[in-house]
């Protein structure tokens, strides 16, 4: 069965300190998809990355980078130096293969304070 | 109007009424989909559509109905709903309901039933 787990439900930092929100996943498929969205205040969910099962490199982008791990099946997100507008829930999000659905962790809510 | 946009953003309903949300992409996609995300829970897939047919239904209850007369327009049409049935309610779209394809949302409607 597909799962995903976001352990962290809520995270409080102060202003350019550095943040990882895990994502662990469960499913019995090869290949798959990895996704991680952000949910600011406003409503709409925004998409950040997209990770295939073959590609476990390391993706950096700008402040944000994503570490994908099969042997631990995570795919945990860090901000560096984090911001006051990185405030939101995150969500990890986990598609299989062949299918049309994309199951969604329970969210990590993010508050950066100045 | 760029993205996915959805109207009502709030909507107030008794539960002997009969309401309609309405989403609309204006991103070329061909894949359309509802979903319901309630406090302290994962985003709930309910229903997809491709190419204005529906190919998925999430086991959701028949009070709520959805309609996709083109490619463009989504429509849920709700009536005689419970309380338990308030919640944000999502809108998204991809290019084809493909495990691959990144979902873009819109806002949501915060639906309240009372």
């Known amino acids: 069965a597909q799962k995903v787990t976001q352990a962290q439900t809520e995270i409080s930092v102060v202003e350019k300190e550095d943040v990882t929100l895990d994502c662990v996943y469960e499913?019995?498929?090869?290949?798959?998809?990895l996704f991680w969205y952000k949910q600011p205040p406003s409503g709409e969910l925004v998409f950040l990355i997209r990770?295939?099962?073959?590609?476990?490199q390391n993706e950096i982008s700008g402040r944000y980078s994503w570490n994908f791990q099969k042997s631990t099946s995570s795919f945990n997100f860090t901000i560096t130096a984090s911001q006051v507008v990185d405030s939101a829930v995150y969500f990890c999000?986990?598609?299989?293969?062949?299918?049309?659905?994309?199951?969604f962790g329970t969210g990590t809510r993010l508050q950066v304070f100045p | 109007e760029t993205g996915v946009t959805q109207t009502p953003r709030h909507l107030v309903m008794g539960m002997t009424n009969k309401k309609s949300l309405k989403c609309e992409q204006h991103?070329?996609?061909?894949?359309m989909y509802w979903y319901k995300q309630s406090a302290k829970k994962p985003l709930e897939l309910m229903f997809v559509?491709?190419?204005?047919?529906?190919?998925e239904n999430n086991s959701v209850p028949s009070r709520f109905s959805p309609e996709c007369p083109n490619s463009s327009h989504l429509f849920l049409h709700l009536h005689t709903l419970q309380p338990e049935d308030s919640a944000l309610y999502l809108c998204?779209?991809?290019?084809?309901?493909?495990?691959?394809?990144?979902?873009?949302f819109g806002p949501g409607t915060r639906l309240t039933v009372l």
């Open positions: 991103l070329g996609h061909n894949a």
């Open positions: 499913t019995r498929d090869t290949t798959y998809y």
């Open positions: 998204a779209s991809s290019q084809s309901p493909t495990s691959y394809n990144e979902q873009f």
């Open positions: 559509y491709s190419l204005e047919e529906r190919v």
């Open positions: 999000a986990l598609s299989e293969y062949g299918t049309d659905k994309l199951i």
């Open positions: 990770r295939n099962s073959f590609d476990e």
